[in-house]
């Protein structure tokens, strides 16, 4: 069975702090694909990053970065000098190339105090 | 533009009744998807269309219907059945499993928020 663990339910810091989002994924597929979604209160999910089994490097997009590490089975996802607009629900998610159905963690609400 | 339209944006339901979620794309997706959201617990799918004419049930079928006629459409239907549906409702779609582009990423709608009063 797939599943994806997002262990922290919340998490609240002050602006310009570092902050990272944990991200434990379990399948048997041997390709599959991890993905970071944003939910800010309008609702809509907004698409972050792509990452598929076999590309091991970390990457980073401006303040954003991610870490997949498969022999822990983990992505997890930092932001640097966190900003009040960063505040929002983010879902890690993991797809199989078989059905190509997306299992989503539960959601890390972070919220960025000024 | 392409995208992803989901309607209407706040819907509100009595007791017992049916009510149909609609979610249009223009992207030529093959695929789509419905899912559930509620506080705490993440997206759960409900049900997903691969092609035309088909669908499977996700995770948490019961109470809900779906059709798929037409390749831009995949109505969603909270029949009577369902218990609880008091939720914010997703519509995704992707390009179909096996064609090597459905991973390149799945586009979401604004979502429907279904309350019952």
């Known amino acids: 069975a797939q599943k994806v663990t997002q262990a922290q339910t919340e998490i609240s810091v002050v602006e310009k702090e570092d902050v990272t989002l944990d991200c434990v994924y379990e399948?048997?597929?041997?390709?599959?694909?991890l993905f970071w979604y944003k939910q800010p209160p309008s609702g809509e999910l907004v698409f972050l990053i792509r990452r598929n089994s076999f590309d091991e490097q970390n990457e980073i997009s401006g303040r954003y970065s991610w870490n997949f590490q498969k022999s822990t089975s983990s992505f997890n996802f930092t932001i640097t000098a966190s900003q009040v607009v960063d505040s929002a629900v983010y879902f890690c998610?993991?797809?199989?190339?078989?059905?190509?159905?997306?299992?989503f963690g539960q959601g890390t609400t972070l919220q960025v105090k000024p | 533009d392409g995208g992803i339209t989901q309607s209407p944006k706040y819907l509100f339901r009595k007791e017992g009744q049916n009510v149909t979620l609609s979610c249009e794309q223009n992207?030529?997706?093959?695929?789509m998807y419905w899912y559930r959201q509620d506080p705490g617990q993440g997206l759960r799918l409900i049900y997903y269309s691969q092609i035309v004419n088909d669908f499977q049930k996700g995770d948490i079928a019961e109470g809900y219907s779906v059709s798929r006629e037409k390749k831009e459409s995949f109505p969603l239907t909270v029949t009577s059945a369902q218990k609880n549906p008091t939720a914010f409702y997703l519509c995704?779609?992707?390009?179909?499993?096996?064609?090597?582009?459905?991973?390149?990423?799945?586009?979401f709608g604004s979502g429907t928020r279904l309350t019952v009063v």
């Open positions: 399948t048997r597929d041997t390709t599959y694909y």
């Open positions: 992207l030529n997706h093959d695929a």
């Open positions: 995704a779609s992707s390009f179909r499993p096996g064609t090597g582009r459905s991973n390149y990423g799945y586009t």
């Open positions: 998610a993991l797809s199989s190339s078989n059905t190509g159905k997306l299992i």
